[in-house]
């Protein structure tokens, strides 16, 4: 149907974007596999804070705009 498409379309979309956001925070905040391998308590806090911030700003983007 016209509504599976369209949600399909806008999941897909959703996904590329975070996937992209999430590449962009990580460059930028300088978050590595070295820090990963170093200190991993702090490397999943900054990623959860990365994937929440990202989340944000599809939901607000995509599904409620």
Do not use: P
């Amino acid at each position: 149907s016209n509504l599976n498409l369209y949600l399909a379309h806008n999941n897909k979309q959703a996904e590329e974007m975070c996937d992209t956001l999430i590449s962009q925070y990580k460059t930028t905040e300088g978050i590595t596999e070295q820090l990963k391998a170093d200190n991993q308590m702090e490397w999943v806090h900054r990623m959860n804070n990365i994937r929440h911030r990202a989340t944000e700003i599809i939901n607000h983007e995509l599904i409620y705009a």
